[in-house]
């Protein structure tokens, strides 16, 4: 969710490093027409109509040391079209999530003096965090990838017009030269018309042993 300089992003909104250290800041942003239609092509949407977020960036820990933390908390809009899975049937839909993120401002260079004790690319996390934080790159924390990537967590990977349904299939199944016009379905192939065993290749066999006996 962080921004490389050799990385392209479909919707890019970068909130530089030294101003994520400054203190809180709110953010409202929202994809241009021909953002949203990347980001349809990359997330396999008919369409993408809308995506607005607002989003709040707060500070917390200790702000310019190595163990300074910023959370990112918000809301997402969105209002898509995707294919059914079973008809292809345009499915327009709307999305509202909310979202709460946590990036590390701790710097992890590899010519850095290290005296706390800590491993390269270490990040100290309260016991309380639920996910360890996202490194920040040197560049910052880009919010517009932060919102796609939550949106693509959030779109519906199998969406289902109602009623669409995929034909059940009979199971083992069955060939329709296995059963004669006026066999029963449950009428085995050495059975007669009322269910005996006195018809098929073996009848001969057990009249002959029934006139032995």
Do not use: N
């Amino acid at each position: 969710m962080t921004q490389s300089g050799s990385q392209a992003v479909e919707f890019s909104r970068l909130v530089p490093r030294d101003r994520l250290m400054e203190g809180e800041s709110l953010h409202e942003i929202e994809a241009t027409p021909a953002e949203r239609h990347a980001l349809a092509e990359r997330f396999g949407l008919l369409a993408l109509d809308r995506l607005w977020a607002r989003l709040r960036l707060r500070p917390k820990g200790e702000l310019g040391g190595e163990r300074g933390l910023v959370r990112l908390s918000g809301r997402i809009e969105a209002e898509l079209v995707q294919a059914c899975v079973v008809s292809l049937e345009p499915l327009r839909g709307r999305l509202e999530e909310d979202v709460e993120l946590l990036y590390s401002l701790a710097p992890r260079h590899r010519d850095e003096a290290r005296d706390d004790g800590l491993r390269e690319g270490e990040v100290v996390v309260s016991p309380d965090e639920a996910e360890p934080p996202e490194p920040v790159g040197p560049e910052g924390i880009d919010l517009g990838e932060a919102v796609a990537q939550q949106l693509a967590v959030a779109i519906d990977p199998y969406p289902r017009a109602p009623g669409a349904a995929l034909e059940a299939a009979e199971w083992p199944p069955r060939l329709k030269s296995d059963q004669g016009p006026d066999q029963a379905p449950d009428q085995g192939p050495d059975q007669g018309p009322d269910g005996d065993d006195d018809a098929g290749p073996f009848a001969a066999l057990r009249e002959l042993k029934r006139g032995g006996s």
